[in-house]
């Protein structure tokens, strides 16, 4: 294995105050790496560049304004003009802990991988919608979370918090159109090719999500339509959990059916699942009101995600509609 040269690749639309933030946590990266940041300006209206400015003395930073296609795209953008051997893909809304960099090294020098993901976490300074959403993404009583088992090799990252090798990322050709869903996209095509992913559950990311209900919402949507394309594209990862969350949306419509005609078991179910996620959201965030929004956090994604799951389903195996034509707006097209 070569000296990890790290270049971090973050894409970013019409936020410069993330920006700032993220940049102010990379000035307290803690260890003597040599390492580079590409900020990618995808079309923004608002640009970062007089934020960039502010520390361009305190850290190595390329910065490349593109039209807009998207973040995929941008990723692959910024990877190419990359001085690095090894990309760190990040999310514009994430701060970076002080030991980031030095468990990164650390997990790729003991056990080399061309491609990892690391975990997100909700900051003290977040709000209580925001850490309440963090729950919901990240528990493992629901769908959120880390995908894949923590001592796979074929772990799939997300590219808020996601590293690729030069190389892997030459072989493969970068990101996809499609967006969300690039990232699991990627990681299936790196699989095929026969290289390596793992998770490093110590490698974490304050991740802030500024989202309100709705774009809360949207976001889950389109989580769940993307995966029945990339079920088709990718058959050997389909499996039978994705189909949950409308399983889980269903049974309540059904429940509450039959609670009218004094039939309450069902019911019942769902009440206990509510409580045991308000413990568990309490007991993590020792907070009522973050417990409380939790729950309803909770019940978004799910519906969410299992009708945007059912949608797209029915769509593409039923139907048997083209994805890009069916579904315009989870595409976007590439640029040089």
């Known amino acids: 294995m070569n000296t990890l040269y790290f270049s971090f690749i973050i894409p970013v639309y019409n936020r410069p105050d993330e920006i700032h933030e993220l940049l102010e946590s990379f000035t307290k990266l803690e260890g003597d790496f040599d390492f580079n940041i590409c900020i990618v300006e995808d079309g923004s209206s608002i640009p970062s560049d007089k934020v960039i400015e502010c ?20 990723r692959n ?18 701060l970076l802990p002080e030991n980031y960099l030095q468990v990164v090294s650390k997990s790729l020098t003991d056990t080399y991988t061309d491609c990892y993901g690391g975990p997100d976490a909700a900051h003290p300074s977040f709000s209580k919608l925001q850490k309440a959403i963090n729950f919901a993404m990240t528990s493992f009583i629901t769908t959120g979370g880390i995908r894949g088992g923590k001592d796979s090799d074929n772990f799939q990252p997300r590219s808020f918090n996601m590293g690729i090798s030069k190389k892997a990322f030459e072989a493969s050709g970068g990101f996809g159109t499609i967006h969300p869903g690039e990232d699991p996209d990627l990681s299936l095509r790196l699989l095929k090719l026969g290289y390596k992913s793992k998770l490093i559950k110590d490698a974490y990311v304050y991740h802030k999500r500024r989202i309100s209900w709705s774009k809360f919402y949207q976001q889950v949507h389109k989580f769940g339509m993307v995966r029945p394309i990339l079920n088709a594209w990718h058959p050997e990862s389909e499996r039978f959990i994705f189909w949950l969350p409308t399983f889980f949306s269903l049974g309540l419509v059904i429940s509450l059916v039959l609670f009218l005609f004094q039939i309450k078991w069902l019911l019942y179910i769902y009440i206990i699942y509510m409580a045991v996620a308000f413990l568990l959201a309490f007991i993590n965030s020792k907070n009522l009101i973050i417990a409380v929004l939790a729950v309803i956090a909770i019940f978004v994604q799910f519906f969410g995600y299992g009708y945007g799951f059912l ?8 139907l048997k509609e083209n994805p890009e034509k069916r579904f315009p707006k989870l595409f976007f097209k590439h640029v040089q």
């Open 55 to 74: 520390f361009a003395d305190q850290l190595e930073i390329s910065y490349y304004f593109k039209e807009n296609s998207g973040p995929g795209d941008s």
């Open 77 to 94: 953008y910024g990877m190419k003009r990359a001085e690095g051997n090894y990309f760190i893909i990040l999310d514009s809304d994430v």
């Open 311 to 318: 949608k797209s389903t029915l769509s593409i195996k039923l």
